[in-house]
C-alpha cells in the first residue's frame, strides 16, 4: 500500500532556515515524481515544485522559484522542502504528493498525497 | 501558468440532490483536468481524472465532463459524505494548477 508520511509541525521565526520531509513507502521511490502543494489555511491549493527522484531534476513554479528548494534522498526514500530564509507569507500548509509524467510534458493528477505539515512562521 | 476557473464558490444542496460545478481553463488543455474532493482537516482525495475516468474506488455517483476549456463534475444524489469543498486541476503544462474550490453546504 502506497504511504507518503510527513514531518510534524513546525513553528519558526521570520529569517530562519526549515526543511520538511516526505518519506514514501509502497511503490518505488524513482519510478514517480514528488510534487510540494502550499495550502494557505482556508484557501486555495498552489503547486510549488515538482522532483523526479529518478535523476533528482527539480522544476518549481515562477512564484516559488528561488524561494524553496526541493530534494530528495533516494536512499531513505524521502522527499524534502527546503527554505533558507522563511517570511511570514510562508505560513501555510504543505503536502507533498505522489505525481507521473506523460509523455514530455503533460502530467497525472497527483494520486496519493501525504498529511501534510502546518508550518507557522511568526516573530 | 494555465489558470483554473471554477464555479460557483460555493452552493447550498439537500441530500439527494444533483449538484454540478464548472471549470474553465484560460487555455487549451485537451482532456488533461481532474477533480478532487478535500474535507476539513485532510489532504485532497482524487476523484475523476483525464476529464471524465472515475479513479478506483470512488462511487460511480460522481461523473466528469469536458475538454479543451470547460470542465464540469457532477454529483448525482448527493450523499451526507459529499458535503466538501471541490478543486478543478489541470495537468497540461506545468506548473500544475488548481481551481479556486467550490464548498458544497448542506440547505
Known amino acids: 500500500e502506497v504511504h507518503l508520511v510527513q514531518s510534524g509541525a513546525e513553528v519558526k521565526k521570520p529569517g530562519e532556515s526549515l526543511k520538511i520531509s516526505c518519506k514514501v513507502s509502497g511503490y518505488t521511490f524513482t519510478t514517480y515524481s514528488i510534487a510540494w502543494v502550499r495550502q494557505i489555511p482556508g484557501k486555495g491549493l498552489e503547486c510549488l515544485g515538482i522532483?523526479?527522484?529518478?535523476?533528482?531534476?527539480?522544476r518549481y513554479s515562477p512564484s516559488s522559484q528561488g524561494q524553496v528548494t526541493i530534494s530528495a534522498d533516494t536512499s531513505s526514500s524521502t522527499a524534502f522542502l527546503h527554505w533558507s530564509s522563511l517570511k511570514a507569507s510562508d505560513t501555510a500548509l504543505y503536502y507533498c504528493?505522489?505525481?507521473?509524467?506523460?509523455?514530455?510534458?503533460?502530467?497525472?493528477?497527483?494520486?496519493?498525497w501525504g498529511q501534510g505539515t502546518l508550518v507557522t512562521v511568526s516573530s | 501558468d494555465i489558470q483554473m476557473t471554477q464555479s460557483p464558490s460555493s452552493v447550498s444542496a439537500s441530500v439527494g440532490d444533483r449538484v454540478t460545478i464548472t471549470c474553465r481553463a484560460s487555455q487549451d488543455i485537451s482532456n488533461w483536468s481532474a477533480w478532487f474532493q478535500q474535507k476539513a482537516g485532510k489532504a485532497p482525495k482524487l476523484l475523476i481524472y483525464?476529464?471524465?475516468s472515475l479513479e478506483s474506488g470512488i462511487p460511480s455517483r460522481f461523473s466528469g465532463n469536458g475538454s479543451g476549456t470547460e470542465f464540469t463534475l457532477t454529483i448525482n444524489s448527493l450523499q451526507p459524505e459529499d458535503f466538501a469543498t471541490y478543486y478543478c486541476q489541470q495537468g497540461n503544462t506545468f506548473p500544475l494548477t488548481f481551481g479556486g474550490g467550490t464548498k458544497v453546504e448542506i440547505k
Open positions: 522532483i523526479y527522484p529518478g535523476d533528482s531534476e527539480a
Open positions: 483525464a476529464a471524465s
Open positions: 504528493a505522489r505525481v507521473a509524467l506523460r509523455g514530455s510534458s503533460s502530467w497525472f493528477p497527483p494520486d496519493y
